[in-house]
T-cell receptor
């Protein structure tokens, strides 16, 4: 069974440029999460989807960040425009159907973003 | 607001030692607790998931315990090996959200 797939693995951009990250969760996993991880810290939730609905986006900086999961499968996270402080690793995770709070999360390899 | 603390931030042990990693949390109203391993430049690999109704889970040389009343979980690693070197993170599952600690970086010396 394939795990969570993310692309690209690495991205270097100039500040003020746009950037997008893509995630394909494990097949059959209804719940999808986007996390941000700064160096030396644990991941912090940006947004959680149940199928195509964003059920928790309270930590997503909506002035520059956006996300979509149009068909309830893969998802895209976008930053426009990027700032120096956005340099971090962006992690995608998914969990299986059922009551999400009880379910094990599986993570992708992440996208390491560097903003110059 | 849930706060999760992992102490120590770093730990170095000789190969073969048994060791314990600690995770403490402030709000005992949790649904589950999950332990992860993260290798440098990689994503998180799930090690063990403990539901709030459980006291411990075991997988191979790993054993995780949960004491909700005291707000603590421990990850016990038996007979450590150099391949166990990584950062270990705990994640406390609340109402639709997991809160992570900052991890303990473990180095096992041959």
């Amino acid at each position: 069974e394939a795990g969570v797939v993310q692309s690209p693995r690495y991205k270097i951009i100039e500040k003020k440029q746009p950037v997008a990250f893509w995630c394909n969760p494990i097949s059959g996993h209804n719940t999808l999460y986007w996390y941000l991880q700064n160096l030396g810290q644990g991941p912090e939730l940006l947004i959680r989807y149940e199928n195509e609905e964003a059920v928790d986006d309270s930590q997503l900086p909506k002035d520059r960040f956006s996300a979509e999961r149009l068909k309830g499968v893969d998802s895209t996270l976008k930053i426009q425009p990027a700032e120096l402080g956005d340099s971090a690793v962006y992690l995608c995770a998914s969990s299986s159907p059922g009551l999400a709070v009880y379910n094990e999360q599986f993570f992708g390899p992440g996208t390491r973003l560097t903003v110059l | 607001k849930q706060e999760v603390t992992q102490i120590p931030a770093a730990l170095s042990v000789p190969e073969g030692e048994n060791l314990v990693l600690n995770c403490s949390f402030t709000d005992s109203a949790i649904y589950n607790l999950q332990w992860f391993r993260q290798d440098p430049g990689k994503g998180l690999t799930s090690l063990l998931l403990i539901q709030s109704s459980q006291r411990e889970q075991t997988s191979g040389r790993l054993n995780a315990s949960l004491d909700k009343s005291s707000g603590r979980s421990t990850l016990y690693i038996a007979a450590s090996q150099p391949g166990d070197s990584a950062t270990y993170l705990c994640a406390v599952g609340g109402a639709g959200k997991s809160t992570f600690g900052d991890g303990t970086t473990l180095t096992v010396k041959p």
